[in-house]
């Protein structure tokens, strides 16, 4: 797993290559990024999940607790460009109702503006 | 001419119970080892004598034939009174050559002298010979007269002539013998005068016959395929229960004629003149007669009615085993006495509960194989069990030297009563192997005509996967989330079939070609094209468990769901109540379950309604035991019920009995319990039943006999359930007792009842065989309702009987009502 963070205004966009899987792990893990950029202050943050192969409950866990962690401090947490079975895991979880999920990344950075 | 038959059968009895002092005391006269040779003689010959008949009986016309013989036997009878007569004068006159030189009578006298005890047994075995041949002629003429419905009809009639013949004949033997007006050899004088009246009557029927000729050579034609000898004993020794049969009926025979010489042996020691013996064996049928008919009146149907053939069948060799045991404590005074009660308890069960018995014991053999078998027994078994018990007797004869023993007449029939006893012994046992085999056979040809609806469903139809394919494809036209939910939820159930894939629109190809032309889009999103590799992936399987038990996933929710199960959104609320069924039970989701088993949309409930199924948390029943009460979800609020398994008893039993309950929710329940299948729920729903509760006797008794199906453990008392089997009894009678004016409402209800009945004895009784008896009494062939009926007949208890009889037998009316009247005023 490779993980590029940019920032775009007060949104840091979290662009997430390759698989996510509790296989893989890292030292530092995406919920540990997460978690540094909180503490530097940023609240948005957007997963860019277009170029992620496969993703397994690690992963999605990974997710949660971001998700989790940004809630708790009044920030937002948006995925954006994830694939079909990600969305098919999202979806039979329920997760979709809890998160924001985006077709399009640039739409996903208007609607932090917006919400 | 019905009247003529009976009067045909009257005479034939009783000219062969005037015979049968004389052959009786005769041949007690010879000498004991002559006895023997009389029962050989008939064992050995009669079998080639009747085969020898029964081809004359082919080749003369019917009446020439009846004739011809009525003509020998009285022939027979005069020759055998000629050589009884001059013997008799021999021993008390000189023979003196007069003048007119008869000297054929001197010869005669000298040969009868020298060979009397040869023609002794000779006579023994012309009797046998009458009586084999002129009954069998008897049923030939009734055959020859009427069809076998009209004779089935008339052979009381029949019957009642031979009965009251026999009292006849032995009554004039015994009264003409007692007074001794005449000799005992001049008794057989009286024969030739009643044969001849029975050849009137004879011509007389074949005159006036119904039936033309041509028909009345019926039975002879009809019986041209011939079952051989070889044959017949290959039926029977390849069938286990006629082999056991064979077996019981030869050691009957063995028994009788066991205690026929023991008989004999007493009356030879306590009368020494022919004429005192013949008027005491005279006297002794008569007695038999009359106590047969007697017995047979009083006792016989009783019997068999109470008690079934089980006990009917034991209680003549249990007589005799217990006879011929006490021949070892009476004294020699009261030998007689034991002769007497022996021989005549031995010929009265003869003529009247064994016979009935062995009638019955034939009842399951088919029609083929009960005439290749009887064939057997009759031809065979019986001559050869009589020979047996003529060959022990000889044995013990010269083995124990009686002929140098005479003067100890009980020593000799304690002698030959151990053997008896042995024989009684093995009687006593066969009938019990018997009897064991009997409703086995019985039911060999009571299989179940059809399935239950229930047993059809549960063995043939999974009825939560069609449930849940409903769901799926109805799902799809409310969100791809919830398809998903459902194809995911499917999937992990089972492997599904490509039929099944491909109705559910998951099949690899079947998405691709849809989606290309955009007919699978549903509410705005198009089906994921790796639906299939992707949903029955074991790997992505396992993912999705763990997401649902990670912690922060479990924390999410518990902030949410409660918020989404509130949502005004339906779709979102489907979607709550069906991920719940997969998330950890803490208490925000249990919280948010509640709420949505009492949502107001039926779907949003029957989601619920499955996921309170899998966490089965107590709190959640009485909102579920509510949904009984809706109509749209009562199947799935039974099944989520039912998912609790053994523990859920005390949380619905105060529901079904509580009159606060709305009655739908009571009459719900007891299918719930049925599907807990515990012993705790039986007794609840017999606990209900016994509070008589009409609203609630169907779905109680079809609970109680699902429970009966489904787990063959439970147990049931039969204390408990008695008083309710009656009483549904009783309700059955009542009905026929005052039936409603329309027929086929009459028939509606009464058919209800009856299977209540039935779906209760279930409970008491083997499961299978009430059902497979049910369903033949229902739709059976006559036979098999015959089977049925005799098969309960002896599987009831007989007070259930007593009460369920008069109600599914086939009687008139009239006979019904007045057997159900006196079976309610006994209950």
Redesign the interface.
């Known amino acids: 797993m490779v993980i590029k963070t940019r920032e775009q205004g007060n949104i840091v966009v979290f662009d997430i290559e390759g698989e996510i899987r509790r296989t893989d792990t890292v030292q530092e893990t995406l919920h540990s990024l997460v978690e540094a950029q909180l503490a530097r202050g940023r609240r948005n943050i957007l997963f860019n999940l277009g170029a992620v192969e496969f993703i397994d409950s690690f992963g999605v866990g990974q997710i949660l607790a971001s998700y989790i962690s940004i809630q708790k401090l009044g920030g937002k947490l948006k995925l954006c460009r994830i694939s079909p079975k990600l969305l098919l895991i999202f979806q039979i979880t329920m997760l979709h109702k809890v998160l924001d999920i985006q077709e399009d990344c640039d739409r996903a950075l208007e609607s932090f503006g917006k919400s | 001419m019905a009247l003529s038959l009976s009067a045909l059968f009257f005479l034939i009895t009783s000219t062969f119970y005037i015979i049968k002092p004389v052959r009786e005391s005769f041949l007690i006269a010879a000498k004991p080892s002559w006895w023997p040779y009389a029962d050989l003689a008939t064992a050995l010959l009669i079998g080639f004598v009747v085969a020898f008949n029964a081809r004359l009986l082919a080749r003369l016309p019917r009446r020439t034939y009846l004739t011809a013989s009525l003509l020998f036997f009285i022939a027979g009878v005069l020759l055998f009174w000629f050589i009884f007569n001059v013997h008799q004068r021999s021993l008390v006159t000189t023979p003196v050559v007069d003048p007119s030189g008869v000297f054929f009578l001197l010869w005669a006298q000298a040969m009868i002298g020298r060979f009397y005890t040869v023609l002794v047994i000779a006579f023994c075995f012309w009797t046998d010979l009458f009586i084999a041949m002129s009954v069998t002629q008897f049923w030939i003429a009734v055959n020859d007269a009427f069809d076998p419905h009209q004779a089935k009809r008339l052979v009381g009639l029949f019957v009642s002539g031979g009965l009251f013949g026999g009292i006849a004949g032995s009554a004039v033997a015994a009264l003409v013998t007692f007074v001794r007006i005449i000799q005992p050899e001049d008794l057989l004088l009286l024969c030739p005068v009643l044969l001849v009246l029975a050849l009137v009557t004879v011509n007389l029927v074949y005159a006036t016959r119904a039936k033309p000729e041509a028909q009345a050579a019926g039975p002879a034609s009809s019986r041209s395929v011939k079952v051989g000898y070889l044959e017949s004993f290959r039926t029977v020794s390849r069938n286990r229960y006629l082999l056991l049969l064979a077996g019981m009926l030869g050691a009957a025979m063995v028994v009788a004629s066991l205690i026929n010489y023991q008989f004999k042996t007493v009356l030879k020691h306590a009368y020494a003149s022919d004429q005192a013996r013949t008027s005491a064996i005279a006297v002794f049928f008569l007695v038999i007669w009359a106590v047969s008919t007697v017995f047979h009146l009083l006792t016989t149907g009783r019997v068999l009615k109470s008690y079934g053939i089980r006990w009917a069948v034991s209680i003549a060799p249990a007589f005799l085993l217990a006879c011929s045991a006490a021949v070892f404590l009476i004294p020699v005074g009261a030998m007689l006495a034991w002769a007497w009660v022996a021989r005549g308890s031995d010929k009265t069960f003869d003529n009247t509960l064994t016979q009935s018995v062995r009638e019955l014991l034939y009842v399951p053999v088919a029609p083929e194989l009960k005439y290749r078998a009887k064939i057997f027994i009759d031809m065979f078994v019986n001559k050869f069990a009589t020979g047996l018990g003529a060959a022990l007797f000889l044995v013990l004869y010269h083995v124990r030297q009686f002929d140098y023993r005479a003067d100890q007449p009980l020593a000799i029939i304690r002698e030959t009563g151990l053997v008896t006893l042995v024989f009684a012994c093995i009687w006593l046992v066969l009938t019990r192997f018997v009897y064991r085999e009997y409703p086995a056979v019985l039911k060999r040809d009571l299989t179940q005509l059809w399935m239950d609806g229930q047993q059809v469903v549960d063995t043939r139809i999974d009825e939560g996967l069609v449930r849940q394919v409903f769901e799926a494809i109805q799902s799809r036209e409310r969100s791809?989330?919830l398809y998903?939910?459902n194809v995911?939820n499917l999937v992990r159930r089972k492997n599904l079939t490509p039929e099944l894939k491909e109705l559910l629109g998951i099949k690899r190809d079947e998405i691709k070609a849809r989606a290309m032309d955009s007919l699978f889009d549903v509410g705005g999103s198009v089906f994921?094209?790796?639906?299939e590799e992707?949903?029955t992936d074991s790997d992505?399987q396992?993912?999705?468990?763990?997401?649902?038990l990670?912690p922060?996933?479990q924390?999410?929710?518990d902030d949410?769901l409660g918020a989404?199960a509130a949502s005004p959104s339906e779709v979102?609320r489907i979607?709550?109540a069906n991920?719940i069924s997969?998330m950890a039970p803490s208490p925000p989701t249990m919280e948010a379950l509640a709420r949505l088993l009492q949502d107001p949309s039926p779907e949003v409930v029957l989601y619920a309604l499955n996921s309170a199924a899998v966490h089965r948390r107590p709190e959640h029943v009485p909102l579920i035991l509510r949904q009984l009460a809706n109509p749209m979800a009562t199947a799935e609020a039974r099944s989520a019920l039912a998912a609790y398994g053994p523990g859920l008893e005390p949380l619905v039993a105060p529901a079904l009995s509580s009159p606060d309950q709305p009655l739908e929710v009571r009459r719900a329940i007891p299918e719930v319990l049925a599907r807990l299948g515990t012993q705790k729920a039986a007794d609840i729903l017999v606990a209900e039943l016994a509070r008589r509760q009409d609203d609630m006797e169907q779905p109680l008794i079809d609970a109680l006999y699902r429970i009966r199906a489904d787990c063959t453990e439970i147990r049931f008392r039969d204390r408990d359930l008695r008083p309710e089997l009656h009483r549904l009894i009783c309700k059955a009678c009542d009905l026929v007792l005052d039936p409603p004016v329309s027929s086929e409402e009459f028939k509606a209800l009464l058919d209800i009842r009856v299977r209540r009945v039935f779906d209760l004895l279930t409970l008491m009784y083997p499961r299978e065989d009430i059902v497979n008896d049910y369903q033949h009494i229902l739709q059976g062939t006559s036979r098999s309702v015959d089977y049925s009926l005799e098969h309960l007949d002896n599987l009831l208890d007989r007070e259930d009987k007593e009460l369920l009889f008069p109600l599914i037998e086939d009687l008139p009316a009239e006979e019904r009502a007045q057997r159900l009247r006196k079976a309610l005023r006994l209950k």
């Open positions: 791809t989330t998903y939910m995911f994921f094209p790796g639906l992707t949903i992505f396992k993912e999705i468990d763990f997401i649902f990670l922060s996933y924390k999410i929710m949410r989404i979102d979607e709550a991920s997969r």
